[in-house]
């Protein structure tokens, strides 16, 4: 049991298990723009899923300020602030 000053984030939706689902289907149009000519078995999702820190580094390196970051972790940065 987590004591009563923890708590834990999660997507609400269980498909979305992962960071890098999130992070796909939160931002579809820049991630397929972005790997979809690099890859010809895998989709873009299991792309980004199967290469996590090239497709992170990608992304912050060329669209950082275009992301839409997964609402689980916007909610746990405002509880940390609290």
Same mark, same amino acid.
């Given at each position: 049991m987590l004591?009563?000053?923890s708590r834990v984030f999660a997507d609400h939706d269980n498909s979305r298990s992962t960071f890098e689902i999130c992070?796909?289907?939160d931002n579809a149009d820049l991630c397929d723009a972005l790997f979809r000519?690099?890859?010809r078995t895998l989709t873009v999702q299991d792309y980004m899923l199967a290469?996590?820190?090239? %497709?992170?580094f990608q992304l912050l390196q060329?669209? %950082? &300020?275009k992301l839409t970051v997964p609402d689980y972790i916007r909610e746990a940065l405002?509880?940390?602030? &609290?």
């Open positions: 004591c009563s000053r992070l796909y289907q000519g690099t890859r290469n996590k820190a090239e %497709a992170a060329l669209h %950082a &300020e405002a509880w940390i602030r &609290e």
